[in-house]
């Protein structure tokens, strides 16, 4: 394809229409700079010309020269939540209360102590160039901790072939599918539905076809991944799970992964498994259950065309520092690898030595969690008397069913008690006929106690009131 050309067009790249609209565009200006009775008496008449005139050139062949020569994918890519969060607020007035934010999944306990002294005391490796497999230190620790934390047994994992530091996990889900998928062979990418929207782009930039599948009320927010056609399975390159799942805190059982694993090898496709929310449960004794756990239960030992996600973001408090990991069957981390090389996102020398303080260390984990247990508890003790609410399985959102349409509810919410939630049909897309966001909002209960307390109170206040 001739750079500039849009697939949808034919063979002539240069506008043919160019030469009048810049005529006419230069007449209006020029008629702007005069002063006569004429533009006196129709003082908006030049404004009014050139707003027409724009509305052409939108359309025009002069546009599409220009914004067609860049990836046309782009195009395909929808607005993020949060800017359509922001259109939905703009012209409300809110009370004069303080604004209590629970739209942004961002963790907001402190960071541990110890982590940003090791980040301190290596600042001299800013001065060199990082290897983007990390160093073997890192990969290491990252392996010891895999298999501790989820039972897979001594030497498990090979810190070598199997692990690879990444820039935070959002960042490695998108390059992923850059990766892994073949833009030219009519490939889909198959996604939970709500979902965190990095699996939709990524796969949009990547040339591949997103599909989703449902996780609603019905399933317990669970997928059901047998009401998936054979037809899907057989299109599918790159499958992404979330577990726990973000909006809906739901963990998909083991079993379920298994069944997963062994339909990947039916159908040769490979599964990214955001495992990012895993750290964030309230019985010590259950933790979420993981893809590779799964794997070797099933005695899949080379986790073939299994590829989990994991970041300190969420687990340690240290969104900012942009730290995680991919870990899983060694062919294709080798291959992504490669991708990372020229993509060029090593990670910090200093960043990866701060990591390997937080890897190693749970205590600040498990208190992590008890914060999170004392928010949840209390605001469902706050909030049951006048809604139907529960605890999720794992993460720190509260993904709530609405009685009103959830972006009526949200602005509502933002208008009478200056709280800000996030619409739920904004995480998702209809398919089938539903759009299993409508109808719920998500509350992520990052902020400190008393604030979650303020807020769980006058939502109270709120919902009483419809």
């Known amino acids: ?16 229409a160019i030469g009048w609209q810049v005529l006419t565009i230069a007449v209006v200006f020029a008629l702007r700079s005069l002063r006569s009775n004429f533009f006196q008496i129709y003082p908006h008449l030049p404004e009014r010309i050139s707003a027409a005139i724009s509305r052409i050139m939108r359309r025009s062949a002069w546009r599409r ?63 060199q160039y990082p290897l983007t497999r990390g160093i073997p230190e890192l990969r290491g620790t990252i392996a010891r901790w895999l298999e501790q934390r989820f039972r897979l047994g001594a030497q498990a994992v090979d810190a070598d072939s199997q692990v690879l530091p990444v820039n935070g996990t959002r960042e490695a889900l998108f390059a992923f599918a850059q990766a892994v998928v073949n833009a030219g062979a009519s490939e889909s ?37 047998d009401a ?17 799942g973000n909006p809906t805190g739901a963990v998909i059982p083991k079993a379920t992964l298994i069944k997963l694993i062994e339909k990947s090898k039916q159908f040769d496709f490979i599964i990214a498994s955001d495992e990012c929310y895993s750290e964030i449960y309230f019985a010590e004794t259950t933790p979420p259950t993981g893809l590779l756990e799964a794997a070797l239960a099933c005695g899949n ?11 300190l973001s969420k687990r340690s408090n240290l969104p900012g520092m942009r730290s995680g990991f991919v870990a899983g069957d060694a062919k294709i981390l080798k291959q992504f690898l490669l991708y990372r090389t020229y993509h060029g996102c090593a990670m910090p020398p200093p960043v990866q030595q701060a990591s390997i303080s937080a890897w190693r260390d749970e205590q600040h984990v498990i208190e992590n969690r008890k914060l999170y247990q004392q928010k949840f508890d209390t605001v469902i003790e706050i909030l049951s008397p006048v809604i139907k ?12 069913n609405t009685p009103i349409d959830d972006t009526e509810f949200a602005k509502q919410l933002f208008t009478k008690q200056n ?48």
Not at 233 to 238: G, S
Not at 301 to 311: A, L, M, P, Q
Not at 423 to 440: I, M, Q
Request: proline fraction near 9%; aromatic fraction near 12%.
């Open 389 to 400: 609410v529960a605890k999720p399985d794992a993460g720190f959102y509260l993904w709530l």
């Open 189 to 225: 990418v198959l996604m939970p539905n709500p979902f965190y929207q990095i699996y939709e782009g990524a796969a949009y930039l990547a040339g591949a076809t997103p599909v989703f599948y449902n996780t609603a009320a019905a399933t317990g927010y669970l997928p059901d991944f």
């Open 228 to 244: 998936i056609s054979d037809d899907d399975w057989c299109r599918c390159r790159l499958l992404y799970i979330c577990s726990p």
């Open 1 to 16: 394809m001739t750079l500039g050309r849009h697939p949808r067009e034919g063979g002539n790249d240069k506008p043919k």
């Open 65 to 127: 020269h220009y914004i067609y020569a860049m990836n046309p994918f782009l195009q395909k890519l929808q607005p993020y939540p949060f800017e359509k969060l922001s259109a939905l607020k703009f012209g409300c007035t809110p009370p004069d209360l303080p604004h209590i934010a629970l739209a942004i999944g961002e963790p907001r306990h402190l960071a541990p102590a110890f982590v940003l002294e090791a980040l301190c005391a290596n600042l001299d490796g800013i001065s």
């Open 301 to 311: 030992t080379s986790f073939e065309n299994c590829v989990v996600f994991h970041s």
């Open 419 to 466: 709280i800000t939630v996030l619409p739920g049909s904004y995480l998702s897309r209809e398919t089938h006929g539903v759009n299993p966001g409508h109808k719920h909002v998500r509350m992520a209960l990052v902020a400190p106690l008393d604030e979650c307390i303020t807020a769980a109170k006058r939502l109270r206040t709120f919902i009483k009131g419809l």
